[in-house]
Structure formats: C-alpha cells, structure tokens
C-alpha cells in the first residue's frame, strides 16, 4: 500500500510561483514512474508532468518552459516547481503513481488570480 501527500498548493497572483511537494509513504526508490496530474472544475483529469526513475521528464505542451519535475529518492518526495503562473493553471493537482496498481494523492489546490 502507498500513500501519496500532496502539499503547497495555494492561492497566487498570475506570474507569480510555487512548489508541491508530494511525499510517499515508501520508499519511491524502485518507482519507475511518478507523475502530477490536475483537473479544473468541468475539466478531465490531464498530465502535467512525469518523471521516471532514469530522471526522464516530460511535459504537457501547456506547461513546457514553465514547469520543472524533480524527485528526490533520499526523501521518498516527487516536486512540481511551477512558474510564470495563468489563471489557466487553477485546478486541483494530484501526485500519481503505478507500482502495478494505480495511486492517487489526495489533491492540492492552486488558484491563479488575475
């Protein structure tokens, strides 16, 4: 069983930045993916990013240029540091990963203010 926490969503001003944190329960050593999805009200669930445990990361085309993934392995903790902040980017944010089931964070929520 894993658990996914996810933390530093908030409210910003458009250009403004800030960093999630999620942290797992386990070590996200042998993680071979790990990514963050969101999902704005009437909106489908997307990718924002992944990471793989190589360090490979790719990005929505959305997103690209502003938003950077990182994991620290020591720390069991994936990072999403997002700048140049849209109102567009208001949404719930999840940490997702699959060891051969499918895991879910709880969610964080990021506001943009125009």
């Known amino acids: ?7 530093g969503g908030g409210l910003v001003q458009a250009g403004g930045s800030l960093r999630l944190s999620c ?5 996200i050593f042998s993680f071979n993916y790990m990514g963050w999805y969101r999902q704005a009200p ?3 669930r ?3 990013a992944g990471i793989t445990n190589g360090g ?3 990005y929505a085309d959305s ?13 069991n903790t994936v990072y999403l540091q997002m700048n140049s902040l849209k109102p567009e980017d208001t949404a719930v944010y999840y940490c997702y990963t699959d060891t051969g089931r499918p895991y879910w964070g709880q969610g964080t929520q990021v506001t943009v203010s125009s």
């Open 23 to 27: 942290a797992a329960s386990v070590s």
């Open 56 to 58: 490979s990361s790719y």
């Open 46 to 48: 997307e990718l924002v």
């Open 42 to 44: 009437g909106n489908q």
């Open 63 to 75: 997103v690209k240029g502003r938003f950077t993934i990182s994991r620290d392995n020591a720390k």
């Open 1 to 7: 069983q894993v658990q996914l926490v996810e933390s």
